[in-house]
């Protein structure tokens, strides 16, 4: 390990106690599968006959959304230089509030967005911020065609105006408040899942 | 140009890294407000301070080169002696983190009427600034004035004391020639040629290299070299030629003339003869050795226009790296009340 770091999705030992796993590696396949044929069907209303590798490219939020982006533009046949990944921690507008740093990354958009129909993609959909300042990062690098917003999981909870084209499973009735929802993609994590946690106090 | 890590050995690492930093996330527990030497720094900091430098690193490739994370900031830049590149560089990060700069020139300000340096930046601070940025020629003055002051306040050369960032980003420059993604420096044998003794690059250079691991061996002329460098944990030469063959990276010192009181060696061409970095000396060096220079260049003294200029050197890559490295530094620091 480089340096001493804690963990925000599962606390410091991993995996916790009170969880449970709402949906196993098959199910997150078939999930994301089912997803990639929505928004094959969505790009091909935009784009009509135009192949999607010249008018379409996935950009997802890291460190999940990227995953789940690089999965979907190989099910969509997208090449590589077709896919980005965001880091969107200088956007974020809680940049402010002490406490750890968060390790800035490199984003990673090695195409030129003008023009494309780009879909931006991350794990668990909430309050909408993420994805607020994705675009926000997004919009930095050109003016893409339009923008799509494919999520994993709905959660519920939205404090903006922001509303996904495509959801693989809505969970916002699935969980209380002082629940949690996680995803883990293979080879970020150990195995592909979508855990409900308990998060008493946290 | 866009800063990449190449080598094969980074590829491998870099994928592991990052799997288990994704898994380990996601924070670090950054506590300086200020930035005055590399000694006060970890070498865990050190790698942190460096891995966020990589994070900003390809801002500057974008079409807009701007990010909000310092919106609403505002940057001082206090130099008291000349600059080129690092006044410029601190002025282009803090701009690219979209932070506000001011600039003070000493001549022609209250400073040239003989305010002293704690009332000039008391006053600058009351005027709501959030980081000042000091180069003077007294070793200690940004001490000072991070005592003096409730902003931050990062050290961009002081005397000949420390100079932090140009330590962080030749560290950041080794690390990325030779394909060190986690920033670990061991195994690598570094020499720093020339005049040490009134190098502040030196001093923060010995610092950075020897926290990440390196060794390092400190070539010069007996009277640019006093023994007491020994005590930071190098090795202290006097025969370039012999310790050629047996490093990985010359990082070559500007012959500092405006510092140096009495005759220090007897002659330019004879410090040029046995220490400057010639097209035939390098030839006894390792293949694939890095040159580095601080800038701004003494070509024909320390270092050939061949050289400098030639595949080995990273001189410009220096230059590059020190705008994320400041960018880091920036970022971290003011994120610490």
């Known amino acids: 390990m480089i340096f001493t770091v804690t963990d925000a999705r599962f606390g410091e030992r991993g995996y916790d106690t009170h969880m449970q796993t709402f949906a196993d590696a098959n199910a997150v396949a078939r999930l994301i599968d089912d997803l990639g044929v929505r928004i094959r069907g969505d790009l091909t209303g935009a784009v009509g006959d135009a192949p999607l590798a010249d008018t379409c490219a996935m950009v997802g939020i890291q460190s999940r959304g990227d995953v789940m982006a690089q999965r979907l533009a190989a099910q969509l046949e997208l090449p590589n230089d077709r896919v980005g990944s965001l880091d969107i921690t200088l956007y974020r507008d809680d940049l402010s509030e002490v406490g750890p740093q968060p390790i800035v990354r490199t984003t990673e958009i090695p195409f030129a967005i003008d023009g494309l129909n780009i879909v931006l993609v991350d794990d668990v959909l909430m309050s909408g911020r993420s994805v607020r300042a994705a675009m926000q990062s997004l919009m930095d690098f050109g003016r893409p065609r339009r923008l799509w917003l494919a999520v994993l999981v709905d959660r519920g909870g939205r404090e903006l105006p922001i509303h996904p084209d495509q959801v693989a499973v809505d969970m916002s009735n699935a969980t209380t408040n002082n629940q949690q929802v996680a995803v883990t993609l293979t080879p970020t994590d150990e195995r592909d899942a979508i855990i409900i946690q308990d998060c008493d106090g946290a | ?337």
């Not at chain 2, 994370?69 to 803090?94: C, I, P, Q, W, Y």
């Not at chain 2, 060696?265 to 046995?274: C, D, G, H, M, T």
């Not at chain 2, 200029?309 to 001189?315: L, N």
């Open chain 2, 1 to 337: 140009m866009r800063v990449t890590f190449t080598s094969r050995r980074q590829s491998a690492h870099k994928a592991e890294g990052s799997i288990e930093l994704a898994k380990t996330k996601r924070g670090f527990d950054w506590k300086h407000k200020h930035l005055l030497t590399i000694a006060q720094l970890s070498s865990e900091e050190i790698r942190f301070l460096l891995q966020t430098a990589h994070g900003f690193s390809d801002v500057s490739t974008r079409s807009i080169k701007k990010v909000p994370a310092l919106r609403g900031k505002v940057v001082a830049n206090l130099f008291f002696e000349d600059s080129t590149r690092t006044r410029m560089s601190f002025h282009l990060a803090a701009s690219r983190l979209s932070a506000d700069v001011v600039e003070l020139v000493a001549k022609g300000s209250s400073v040239a009427k003989g305010e002293s340096l704690r009332d000039t930046a008391r006053n600058i601070e009351a005027m709501g600034v959030d980081v000042i940025v000091v180069r003077h020629d007294q070793s200690g003055a940004a001490a000072l004035l991070a005592d003096s002051v409730n902003c931050s306040v990062i050290n961009a050369g002081d005397g000949q004391h420390a100079h932090p960032t140009q330590g962080l980003l030749d560290a950041y420059t080794v690390a990325q020639r030779l394909g060190r993604d986690d920033f670990d420096l061991s195994g690598i044998t570094v020499a720093i040629v020339g005049d040490i003794q009134h190098s502040r690059v030196a001093r923060s250079n010995i610092h950075a290299m020897t926290k990440l691991g390196a060794n390092v061996i400190l070539v010069g002329p007996p009277t640019l070299l006093p023994s007491g460098f020994s005590q930071l944990g190098c090795e202290l030469a006097h025969d370039f030629d012999e310790v050629l063959p047996r490093v990985d990276v010359i990082n070559m010192l500007r012959v500092q003339f405006e510092r140096i009181q009495s005759q220090a060696f007897p002659s330019v061409r004879e410090y040029a003869a046995l220490y400057g970095l010639t097209t035939q000396r390098l030839a006894q060096a390792k293949p694939n050795v890095t040159v580095m220079h601080p800038g701004p260049l003494n070509r024909g003294i320390e270092i050939e226009s061949a050289v400098a200029d030639g595949p080995q050197s990273t001189v410009l890559a220096q230059v590059t790296n020190g705008l994320a490295v400041r960018m880091g530094v920036l970022y971290l620091i003011t994120r610490v009340k």
